[in-house]
């Protein structure tokens, strides 16, 4: 399939969205450009920055899961420690949450990675960002 073809089947579809509605104008132009790298550039994605955000809310949700059982089988006066303990580790898994997509993630939407076929040369590494001003 040449590169033409591809461009082709890329633009034959107009979105339509809400000229207004900033946000969704952000979404669109990112989906049309993660779609562009991974069609027409052959790149692969890497979903390894999304799985380490999937990591940290797991952890979070763990800790409340443990609260919810162990508050179950004993209730709340014997519980007052646990509670205290999973609800205050909780909140400073969402707060290294936060500050991972704010400082760490940073407005990626797509990292991919451009395998060389031949095996000589190592493989390209692309990050986009998006970010859009108030």
Known sequence: MSSSTNTKNISSKPIKINKWDTNAL??????????????????????????????????????SLYALIYDWFNPFPKSRSVLIACVASYFIIAGILTFYMRFIENGRFFTGKLIDKTGIDPGQKCKIISKLKK
Do not use: G, P, Q
Request: charged share 30%; net charge positive; hydrophobic share 35%.
């Open 26 to 63: 952000k979404n669109a132009l990112n989906d049309a450009c993660k779609k562009y790298f991974k069609e027409t550039l052959n790149y692969t994605e890497d979903y390894s920055v999304m799985d380490r955000r999937l990591y940290i809310s797991l952890i979070s949700c763990l800790f």
